[in-house]
């Protein structure tokens, strides 16, 4: 399906799409709130919801009640249950015809001024934190005063919110109304939000607003010292501002109860409990057409696994009622010879993320340091990969064998750099090797490097599912005579070695290829290929590691700074194909296969769960499917 090329235009035009805020409502509660209400522990639903609630065009009128039940990882998991229930300033919805358009969500109205430097956003009147507590720009102003300009908490300001390397800046209007205002224009501001909104610290990042009347207990601006030194203590930290952080004991949702939100759902069973639980937020603002609130669903219920066939044994026990996280597509046929066993169905979503190979630029070892900066090493690599026959094994032949690059269904694909460096090819590849120098070998065939050592490489996954898939890459390599050496890792430690520089290379998912513009971070080199040269970049060299003067990495970063700045759509998306050419043609990612189905297994019984979604970070996973909306029709 084909991403509207126009997506940015709608941005810019702010038509407010697939929602509307109204009052014409008897309004109807969960039996669960109902409940609770009759008790007098909570207020009557009238007064829980805004004057005008925002309304979601939902697939068919649901029904109250159930659980959900998912699985999970552990305490490292914890960006799947987050996208369940994200709440942005805007967010992207995907039409019937497939095309992405972004939306409102607890915002009543926002615009955009003629020159792109200034937006203007409005609350919701009447929107209440998940404890009642009305939502302000006091939350505002507490978010960009006390925590977005606080050095201790936000170190440094990311390059997405400070377009030319001036940070953001934000007005208060009213109790209502606030401006954010750029010193250059920002035509990609809004799919920006869309995506990632306002950052850290927070997990969930609610774009603009933190809960003030609870989070200032955390600040010593505001809290009585001992009283926060006795929090510091208790929850196992160094210093006050390590409570701050998407796994922070206070700032991360999945960590902290009492921590108000805006979600449909909040956390009551924090992991790494056998089961993480989820419940209802009794003041979420959406209302479906009918007056109900939502989320349809009470609670979620989150079991941990530990490796992908216990995984798999749960979906055909039928332990799970819908989950894309952690399918499998190799296990396709399995899925669908046991779908009557498990009472459910196999969706296929469409993937924007291609799997890959990301070496380090930065690797320690500086023998191997200098093959993987070199081009023509990078070219070898790539091109002694049989795709095709990875496809068949892995991915039960499902995807698409080409490079880390745009997706078909991106505004910005190219058919020349999706076959880029994507050919079978072990003969040039052992020539590129030659012509680089590495023409010893030892007595097990496989190359020498200038230190007299063997060319071997560890890469490292976090998914057990793809050990099979990295031994028949030590085939294809071990043709060329490089040694792999695979690696199974748990997810913690997986992000730990890409944070401390601690890897050579990993197999993941390169995703983020719909709408790039939304986020370009991971071309730029951050959280991967070049993790330690983006840091320099963002933090303007303070840390982090220079790449050489004429390395290419800096024509992305300028590229970037061009479309940041851009007055126009059409300039900016300019710069940002210019961008984007340059990652791919220096080979930084090795994409090997992508456009797969996005496998999301739902029972037979849960009903609002569309097929055919875009299945991307930008449109935040399983989120694009908007889960409050779904409800067990039994």
């Known amino acids: 399906?084909?991403?509207?090329?126009?997506?940015?235009?709608?941005?810019?035009?702010?038509?407010?799409?697939?929602?509307?805020?109204?009052?014409a409502f008897a309004f109807q509660q969960s039996p669960m709130l109902e409940a609770q209400v009759k008790a007098g522990k909570l207020p009557p639903v009238e007064q829980r919801l805004p004057t005008k609630p925002r309304v979601l065009d939902v697939e068919s009128i649901g029904k109250f009640g159930g659980i959900w039940h998912r699985a999970y990882k552990g305490p490292g998991d914890r960006w799947g249950p987050t996208k369940l229930l994200e709440e942005r300033a805007v967010k992207f919805v995907?039409?019937?015809?497939?095309?992405?358009?972004?939306?409102?969500?607890?915002?009543?109205?926002?615009?955009?001024?003629?020159?792109?430097?200034?937006?203007?956003?409005?609350?919701?009147?009447?929107?209440?934190?998940?404890?009642?507590?009305?939502?302000?720009?006091e939350d505002v102003k507490f978010w960009y005063e006390d925590v977005f300009l606080n050095k201790d908490i936000v170190s440094t300001i990311d390059t997405l919110y400070a377009p030319g390397g001036k940070p953001l800046e934000v007005e208060i209007v009213d109790t209502r109304t606030f401006k954010v205002k750029f010193a250059q224009p920002y035509v990609y501001f809004l799919t920006?939000?869309?995506?990632?909104?306002?950052?850290?610290?927070?997990?969930?990042?609610?774009?603009?607003?933190?809960?003030?009347?609870?989070?200032?207990?955390f600040m010593p601006k505001y809290a009585d010292k001992a009283a926060l030194e006795k929090v510091v203590a208790?929850?196992?930290?160094?210093?006050?501002?390590?409570?701050?952080?998407?796994?922070?004991?206070?700032?991360?949702?999945?960590?902290?109860?009492?921590?108000?939100?805006?979600?449909?759902?909040?956390?009551?069973?924090?992991?790494?409990?056998?089961?993480?639980?989820?419940?209802?937020?009794?003041?979420?603002?959406?209302?479906?057409?009918?007056?109900?609130?939502?989320?349809?669903?009470?609670r979620i219920e989150h079991k941990l696994f530990d490796g992908q066939e216990n995984f798999n044994l749960m979906v055909v026990q039928g332990q799970i009622d819908m989950q894309q996280r952690y399918t499998f597509n190799g296990d396709f046929t399995f899925y669908k010879e046991n779908e009557k066993r498990g009472d459910y169905k196999v969706?296929?979503?469409?993937?924007?993320?291609?799997?890959?190979?990301?070496?380090?630029?930065?690797v320690k070892d500086q023998a191997l340091n200098a093959l993987i900066n070199n081009i023509d090493f990078r070219h070898a690599l790539?091109?002694?990969?049989?795709?095709?026959?990875?496809?068949?094994?892995?991915?039960?032949?499902?995807?698409?064998?080409?490079?880390?690059?745009?997706?078909?269904?991106?505004?910005?694909?190219?058919?020349?750099?999706?076959?880029?460096?994507?050919?079978?090819?072990?003969?040039?590849?052992?020539?590129?090797l030659d012509k680089i120098g590495l023409t010893k070998r030892d007595d097990d065939g496989f190359r020498v490097n200038k230190d007299g050592k063997r060319v071997s490489i560890v890469v490292e996954t976090s998914l057990d599912a793809f050990a099979n898939t990295l031994e028949m890459i030590r085939?294809?390599?071990?043709?060329?005579?490089?040694?792999?050496?695979?690696?199974?890792?748990?997810?913690?430690?997986?992000?730990?070695?890409?944070?401390?520089?601690?890897?050579?290379?990993?197999?993941?998912?390169?995703?983020?290829?719909?709408?790039?513009?939304?986020?370009?971070?991971?071309?730029?080199?951050d959280d991967g290929y070049a993790e330690q040269y983006y840091t320099w970049y963002q933090t303007k060299g303070a840390s982090g590691i220079e790449p050489p003067k004429d390395s290419p990495i800096r024509s992305l970063w300028a590229d970037w700074d061009k479309a940041a700045g851009a007055s126009t759509i059409e300039e900016a998306d300019k710069a940002t194909n210019h961008m984007i050419r340059t990652f791919v043609e220096q080979g930084y990612v090795i994409g090997l296969v992508g456009e797969t189905p996005a496998l999301v297994i739902a029972k037979n019984n849960l009903k609002n769960v569309r097929d055919g979604l875009i299945n991307d970070d930008v449109t935040r996973g399983e989120g694009i499917a908007y889960p409050a909306q779904f409800y067990f029709d039994k």
């Open 94 to 137: 995907q039409d019937k015809d497939g095309k992405l358009k972004l939306i409102p969500t607890y915002i009543d109205s926002y615009s955009m001024s003629a020159d792109g430097k200034e937006f203007t956003f409005t609350l919701l009147d009447g929107l209440k934190w998940s404890d009642g507590v009305p939502v302000t720009t």
């Open 192 to 217: 920006i939000l869309a995506k990632d909104s306002t950052g850290e610290p927070s997990l969930d990042r609610p774009s603009f607003i933190m809960p003030k009347h609870y989070l200032k207990n």
């Open 475 to 525: 085939d294809n390599w071990h043709d060329i005579g490089v040694e792999l050496l695979p690696r199974v890792i748990d997810r913690t430690q997986f992000d730990a070695n890409r944070d401390n520089n601690d890897f050579q290379m990993q197999y993941t998912s390169f995703d983020r290829l719909s709408i790039v513009p939304s986020d370009p971070r991971l071309m730029l080199g």
């Open 234 to 298: 208790e929850k196992g930290v160094k210093k006050w501002s390590d409570l701050w952080s998407s796994k922070g004991p206070i700032t991360a949702w999945n960590q902290n109860p009492d921590l108000p939100v805006i979600t449909p759902w909040k956390i009551v069973t924090p992991p790494p409990a056998d089961v993480m639980v989820m419940e209802r937020n009794p003041y979420y603002y959406m209302v479906d057409k009918a007056g109900n609130q939502l989320p349809y669903i009470d």
């Open 382 to 432: 790539s091109i002694a990969i049989d795709r095709d026959t990875l496809n068949e094994l892995s991915q039960s032949g499902l995807g698409k064998s080409r490079s880390a690059s745009p997706v078909a269904s991106s505004p910005y694909y190219s058919e020349e750099l999706a076959k880029h460096w994507a050919e079978h090819d072990p003969d040039k590849a052992n020539e590129l």
């Open 347 to 362: 969706l296929k979503w469409t993937n924007s993320e291609v799997w890959s190979l990301v070496p380090n630029l930065t």
């Open 1 to 23: 399906m084909k991403i509207n090329k126009n997506i940015f235009m709608a941005s810019v035009a702010l038509a407010l799409m697939g929602m509307g805020a109204s009052s």
